[in-house]
């Protein structure tokens, strides 16, 4: 999450949620894949819209960890455990109206809302919140390694993007271009962001992180190009 260059101008991009999110796919093949994006980054979706409200805080912090300059104040509302939680099951209920799908595939959306606390726990320093209002902060700070991150967070990409190729073919050339696509420019902007320079501001920071909704209506474009095998 460090990157803020030019090449790196859609800001802070954690790839282990992105990860999860193709390897849904396999248990859950009738689900778009720009939704099982929404859902494993919805957390990262709402935080910096809290960021510009001025809800929850964020500081540019060099050193804090050796993977980035974030230091995360206050998020109570984007990545407790507990808010989390309350915003999978609205996720997961607001897709069954829409689509009228099956109990598992809600329950899919909601692990994978849930999963993004579990990997930010693992990556972060103790500064995860469990609920909205409490001091408890927890984070194993694989963070604090960079070559751990790396191989931690570029393994996961690799074995989640074969698992949805597994799951899906292409039925025409964009299917399989826009696929290759994403993930190159997600490997791209990963690197950028670990080894690339601080950004200038916490609000450069939430207006950057706002590209992230790109990402995901690119999952929707790919997965109408891609159908179930």
Known sequence: MRGWTIDSRLGPVFIGHFAVAFAAKRVA??????????????????????????????????GDTATTPLEFLHYPYSHSFLALFLWALGLAGLYALRHGRS?????????????????????????????????????FGLWNSVAA???????????????????????????????????GLLCVVFIANVFGPPPPSATAVAW????????????YWIDRHRRAR
Request: glycine fraction near 8%; proline fraction near 5%; aromatic fraction near 4%.
């Open 149 to 183: 991150d790396l191989l931690v967070e570029l393994a996961m990409l690799g074995v989640g993007v074969a698992l949805y190729v597994r799951a899906t073919r292409p039925v025409d050339r964009v299917g399989r271009l826009a696929l290759t696509a994403l993930v």
């Open 208 to 219: 950057a992180a706002q590209a992230i909704w790109l990402l995901v209506a690119w999952g």
């Open 29 to 62: 093949p009738a689900v778009s894949l720009g939704t099982l994006m929404l859902a494993a980054q919805l957390a990262d979706l709402l935080w910096p819209t809290l960021l510009l409200l001025g809800i929850e805080q964020v500081r540019i912090s060099p």
């Open 103 to 139: 109990l598992a595939a809600s329950a899919v959306l909601v692990a994978l809302v849930l999963s993004h606390w579990v990997l930010d726990v693992i990556t972060h320093r103790p500064d995860m919140p469990i609920t909205i209002g409490g001091a408890t902060r927890v984070g």
